[in-house]
Each structure stands twice: as structure tokens, then as C-alpha cells.
């Protein structure tokens, strides 16, 4: 699904030569200064997110380490959610209902309002210093160059921008099929699936979690979204972005955790559908332990071209 996506060498120069430049100013809804990553020795706090309440209360936390300097300062420190501190987030899921926070019947104005938070924050991750900002986040979390970095960000933006104006809505779009008799038709509505929960991956930090978090919201449902620890301060500066946009503090809660909390949310609240990005482990362990209620994308294969000097193995 995902390719290999890459600014052209000029624009990638152009945004390293301007980097520092860039972060002189940093956005004003960020939280963190992403070239103090690893250097400061105050790393930067994640927080989660519930009930539209920002909040570190946890009682252990994890220290996510320097990935190029073992003797670094800590990149971050993520809370390490307990199962016994989930209730706010159980307690956040169980109150959405069915219908979803909005539907082709009720609330329809908030299909505009993610059609203009789509565009805002498209165009947001088209501003220079804002998109140095997030390459630089990510490039502190996994190991990418600039330009796989940048080209991460380019897709995201573009998938956004995509979704400005009345596109959310038109994503609802419903059906009409004439009956077999007078006076009979049929009728169909896209509808959301109410609480949902949102597993992404590492290795698009950004990327990946954006654009399955931005679907489950334009047609209404009430996601938690579970990053990937070692990356999860790149969707806690995002969802700040978001809030700047316009989007209300109550439409995503954003759970730091491992991934057995993050299990026993899903099977002890009223969650209707888990998107998982990851292992094919876990995806069939989600798979029966939910009784079928994931969507999965799973682990890709690498193709490789073999010479004729490689000898006739089963691969």
C-alpha cells in the first residue's frame, strides 16, 4: 500500500540548508523543541490524552533512549499506561454511541468542519518551518534520512489537502436503488462504526497513524489512537496541530501504552473496530480475541532479484 515516497534531491537540500533557520520559530501549538531531542537534560515528557484532558498521570513511565548515542541524554520519557489506570479511556469509549459522533443524519455540519481541519492542517505541513518541524521529530525517533523524512511528511500533507472542502463529506456519499413495485426503493448510508481504536506502527510515525486516524474521524467515529512508544511524541505534537486547526479536544483520545493495555482496552469497553498495523502475531491474536472486529495491515515482503549464481534455495 505504502511506496517509497521521496522529495527530490534539490527540495531536500533546500529544507537541511534551511532546518536550522526553520526551527528558529517554533510553531506555536508545539510542546517540544525537536533539535533539544537527546541533547537536553530534561527530556521532553509525552502525555496522553482523554476526555479532551491532556494529562501525564501515570504511575510508570518509559525513558525511550538516544538511538544514535547511547551516552545522550533520553530522547523522552512516554507514560507506560497500567491497566488499572485505563477507566478514563474505558469509561471515554463507552460513552459513543452506535451512530458515531456524526452520521448522514445527525451533527452533518461536522462533515465541513473536518473538511476545512483537513485543509488547515494540510496546509500547515506545507509551511516550511512547520514540516522541518516534523522531519526533524521524526528523524529523532527512527531512522530515516532527511529526504525519507520530508517525503513522509509531502504524502501526509498531500493526503490531507486532498480532504479539504466538501471531500469529507462526499466520502458519505449514500445510494438509492429503485424497488421491484410502485412506491418501494432502497436506500444505503455510509455509516461509522461509533468507538474505535487505532494500533499504528513505528516505522511511519507520522504517515501511517494520520492517515487512519483522519478517516476514522471524517466519517464519525471517536478513535484512541495507540502509537508505537519509541515515536509517540510525532502524533502528540500532530494531534496539537489538529487542536490548532480546529478540531475539538473530546474527538481523539491518544493512549501511550504497551501493547497489553492496549488489549485490554479493546476487550473490556465498547470498541466496534480495531485498526492494527504490525506483526502477523499479533494480528491474529487481535483477530480471535476480538472475534474479527480488526482491520488489519499487515508485515509486507521485500523482493529481491536473484542472480544466477545463487544457488536453488526455497525462499
Same mark, same amino acid.
Given at each position: 500500500?505504502?511506496?517509497?515516497?521521496?522529495?527530490?534531491?534539490?527540495?531536500?537540500?533546500?529544507?537541511?540548508?534551511?532546518?536550522?533557520?526553520?526551527?528558529? +520559530?517554533?510553531? @506555536?501549538?508545539?510542546?517540544?523543541?525537536?533539535?533539544?531531542?537527546?541533547?537536553?537534560?530534561?527530556?521532553?515528557?509525552?502525555?496522553?490524552?482523554?476526555?479532551?484532558?491532556?494529562?501525564? @498521570?501515570?504511575?510508570?513511565?518509559?525513558?525511550?533512549?538516544?538511538?544514535?548515542?547511547? *551516552?545522550?541524554?533520553?530522547?523522552?520519557?512516554?507514560?507506560?499506561?497500567?491497566?488499572?489506570?485505563?477507566?478514563?479511556?474505558?469509561?471515554?469509549? +463507552?460513552?459513543?454511541?452506535?451512530?458515531?459522533?456524526? +452520521?448522514?443524519?445527525?451533527?452533518?455540519?461536522? /462533515?465541513?468542519?473536518?473538511?476545512?481541519? @483537513?485543509?488547515?492542517?494540510?496546509?500547515?505541513?506545507?509551511?516550511?518551518?512547520?514540516?522541518?518541524?516534523?522531519?526533524?521529530?521524526?528523524?529523532?525517533? &527512527?531512522?530515516?534520512?532527511?529526504?525519507?523524512?520530508?517525503?513522509? &511528511?509531502? &504524502?501526509?500533507?498531500?493526503?490531507?489537502?486532498?480532504?479539504? $472542502?466538501?471531500?469529507?463529506?462526499?466520502?458519505?456519499?449514500?445510494?438509492?436503488?429503485?424497488?421491484?413495485? /410502485?412506491?418501494?426503493?432502497?436506500?444505503?448510508?455510509?455509516?461509522? /462504526?461509533?468507538?474505535?481504536?487505532?494500533?499504528?506502527?513505528?516505522?511511519?510515525?507520522?504517515?501511517?497513524?494520520?492517515?487512519?486516524?483522519? $478517516?476514522?474521524?471524517? #466519517?464519525?467515529?471517536?478513535?484512541?489512537?495507540?502509537?508505537?512508544?519509541?515515536?509517540?511524541?510525532? #502524533?502528540?505534537?500532530?494531534?496539537?496541530?489538529?487542536? *490548532?486547526? $480546529?478540531?475539538?479536544?473530546?474527538?481523539?483520545?491518544?493512549?501511550?501504552?504497551?501493547?497489553?493495555?492496549?488489549?485490554?482496552?479493546?476487550?473490556?469497553?465498547?470498541?466496534?473496530?480495531?485498526?492494527?498495523?504490525?506483526?502477523?502475531?499479533?494480528?491474529?491474536?487481535?483477530?480471535?480475541?476480538?472475534?474479527?472486529?480488526?482491520?488489519?495491515?499487515?508485515?509486507?515482503?521485500?523482493?529481491?532479484?536473484?542472480?544466477?549464481?545463487?544457488?536453488?534455495?526455497?525462499?
Amino acid at each position: 500500500m505504502l511506496s517509497k515516497r521521496l522529495l527530490s534531491s534539490s527540495s531536500a537540500a533546500a529544507l537541511r540548508h534551511n532546518s536550522r533557520r526553520c526551527l528558529s +520559530n517554533l510553531p @506555536s501549538w508545539a510542546t517540544l523543541d525537536p533539535l533539544s531531542l537527546g541533547s537536553s537534560p530534561q527530556p521532553h515528557a509525552v502525555t496522553n490524552l482523554v476526555n479532551g484532558q491532556w494529562t501525564t @498521570s501515570t504511575n510508570k513511565s518509559l525513558i525511550i533512549p538516544n538511538p544514535l548515542d547511547k *551516552d545522550a541524554p533520553p530522547v523522552c520519557t512516554v507514560p507506560d499506561t497500567q491497566p488499572e489506570e485505563l477507566t478514563p479511556f474505558i469509561e471515554s469509549m +463507552n460513552r459513543v454511541p452506535k451512530s458515531g459522533v456524526h +452520521n448522514p443524519l445527525k451533527h452533518v455540519e461536522r /462533515y465541513l468542519q473536518f473538511g476545512e481541519i @483537513s485543509r488547515r492542517a494540510g496546509e500547515a505541513l506545507k509551511d516550511p518551518a512547520i514540516a522541518e518541524f516534523f522531519i526533524q521529530t521524526i528523524q529523532k525517533t &527512527v531512522p530515516k534520512s532527511h529526504a525519507q523524512a520530508a517525503g513522509e &511528511v509531502k &504524502v501526509t500533507a498531500d493526503f490531507l489537502n486532498n480532504f479539504g $472542502g466538501d471531500n469529507v463529506r462526499f466520502l458519505a456519499r449514500s445510494f438509492g436503488v429503485p424497488g421491484d413495485h /410502485y412506491g418501494q426503493f432502497s436506500h444505503g448510508h455510509r455509516w461509522p /462504526y461509533g468507538p474505535v481504536a487505532i494500533i499504528a506502527p513505528f516505522n511511519f510515525p507520522l504517515e501511517i497513524p494520520v492517515l487512519q486516524l483522519m $478517516g476514522a474521524l471524517f #466519517m464519525g467515529n471517536k478513535p484512541v489512537l495507540k502509537p508505537a512508544e519509541k515515536c509517540a511524541l510525532v #502524533m502528540e505534537q500532530f494531534i496539537h496541530l489538529l487542536h *490548532d486547526c $480546529g478540531m475539538e479536544k473530546n474527538d481523539v483520545d491518544l493512549l501511550n501504552c504497551q501493547g497489553p493495555v492496549a488489549e485490554h482496552l479493546i476487550l473490556n469497553s465498547n470498541i466496534r473496530l480495531t485498526q492494527f498495523t504490525g506483526s502477523s502475531r499479533v494480528a491474529e491474536m487481535l483477530l480471535e480475541k476480538t472475534k474479527g472486529k480488526v482491520k488489519i495491515e499487515d508485515a509486507g515482503f521485500d523482493w529481491k532479484i536473484l542472480g544466477p549464481d545463487v544457488e536453488d534455495v526455497n525462499y
